[in-house]
């Protein structure tokens, strides 16, 4: 959590990015707040003050610091939870292509169908292009310019059927122009997050990837050298963290989040 005004000593202008991105609307402070509880960080919040409103003060900081782990909980819940309501998110792969002006200069229908699934509010995003994939650009020319190199581009984030998509971004050489890819994500890009949003340990999670590779109790205890009774031990906890009844109800759940 943290207070730009605090942050900047009072002194807005000497953020690079309230210089060129906020103070153009008239955005005053800022406060931001992880949504975090015990079992890790799931969402931030970003509040923001008009720009003759007073900054953030102690009391607003406390108050964003007690709703944290509350905020968490309930970001949790959702990360998990299905929707049955919600179109179905596309399973294709869609590609946006960018100019090296950083111009949109066409996609695939299947890059504006994920683009419709991913903005469940109906926000105008310019060109109907949500900001999480401008998020991935930047974070692409920042990586370009040495910054955490070693951190994949790409943003895993949710679709409105409740489902996971990933959003990988690259530069196209001789032109330099940049790829947009969109995909659903597989069930190995989403297990470790289905596993810790519903509090399973480190041997529980071997257990379940296991479980999604097809493994027989036999051969699960082989590989993680337990006895058969004590993989059968380690699936009723797993059923019961997860509130399904079988393997088949398990690998359900699990899948209905990815493709």
């Known amino acids: 959590m943290g207070v730009l005004s605090a942050t900047t000593g009072g002194d807005l202008a000497r953020s690079q990015r309230w210089r060129e991105m906020l103070e ?6 800022e406060l931001r707040v ?4 015990e079992r890790g960080c799931w969402g931030r919040f970003d509040l923001w003050r008009d720009h003759d409103d007073r900054p953030f003060g102690a009391e607003d900081a406390q108050l964003a610091r007690e709703a944290s782990t509350a905020l968490g909980r309930g970001m949790r819940r959702a990360t998990v939870g299905l929707r049955d309501d919600a179109p179905t998110a596309p399973l294709e792969t869609g ?14 229908p299947a890059v504006y169908n994920w683009f419709r699934a991913l903005n469940p509010a109906g926000m105008p995003y310019p060109g109907g292009i949500p900001s999480l ?4 650009i930047g974070r692409l020319i920042a990586a370009e310019a040495g910054e955490d190199t070693q951190r994949p581009v790409r943003i895993r984030v949710r ?8 959003i990988e971004t690259a530069r196209l050489d001789p032109n330099r122009e940049i790829a947009v890819s969109v995909h659903a994500a597989g069930i190995d890009e989403i297990l470790g997050l289905v596993c810790r949003a519903y509090g399973l340990s480190n041997r529980q999670r071997e257990l379940v990837t296991l479980v999604a590779q097809g493994q027989d109790t036999r051969a699960i205890a082989g590989q993680m050298v337990i006895s058969r009774y004590t993989v059968q031990d380690h699936l009723k906890s797993i059923f019961d963290k997860l ?4 393997r088949l109800e398990l690998l359900t ?7």
Do not use: N
């Open 253 to 259: 759940r699990l899948f209905a989040q990815a493709a």
């Open 133 to 136: 994939v401008w998020s991935s």
């Open 95 to 108: 590609v946006l292509l960018i100019g090296s002006d950083l111009r949109p200069l066409g996609g695939t």
């Open 24 to 29: 153009r609307y008239g955005t005053g402070d």
């Open 159 to 166: 679709a409105d059927d409740g489902s996971w998509a990933v």
């Open 243 to 246: 509130g399904v009844h079988s």
């Open 34 to 37: 992880l949504a975090a509880d």
